[in-house]
């Protein structure tokens, strides 16, 4: 499984970024999905996560930091999970990781397989 995350750049506060992760293998949707970042100096930490789409899943969950701003979404036709963020924020200022769980909703320590990731500065 290889996970491709684009979309981050230097935005300014308030703004807004969307970042998408393109992933390989044909079992996409079968499979919960996140978002973690790592700021400078900082422990990688949780940022969100969609679980699988199947029996009217695809529920979300979201750092507490980053709720009611960013939104998870994937689009299973494309193999492809974004990750919307508004009101941005100096403290968003990391490099975002996206990851594929092991099985079909995200667990804490459940995370399978990690992408590069891709910067997001916000200026103030």
């Known amino acids: 499984v290889q996970l491709q995350a684009s979309g981050g750049g230097l935005v300014l506060a308030g703004g807004s970024l969307r970042l998408s992760c393109a992933a390989s293998?044909?079992?996409?949707?079968?499979?919960?999905m996140g978002w973690f970042r790592q700021a400078p100096g900082k422990e990688r930490e949780f940022v969100a996560s969609?679980?699988?789409?199947?029996?009217?899943?695809?529920?979300?969950d979201y750092a507490d930091s980053v709720k009611g701003r960013f939104t998870i979404s994937r689009d299973n036709a494309k193999n492809t999970v974004y990750l919307q963020m508004n009101s941005l924020k100096p403290e968003d200022t990391a490099v975002y990781y996206c990851?594929?769980?092991?099985?079909?909703?995200?667990?804490?320590?459940?995370?399978?397989?990690w992408g590069k990731g891709t910067l997001v500065t916000v200026s103030s």
């Open positions: 990851t594929r769980y092991s099985g079909s909703f995200a667990t804490t320590r459940g995370m399978a397989y």
């Open positions: 969609i679980s699988w789409s199947g029996g009217g899943g695809g529920s979300t």
């Open positions: 293998g044909r079992t996409f949707s079968d499979y919960a």
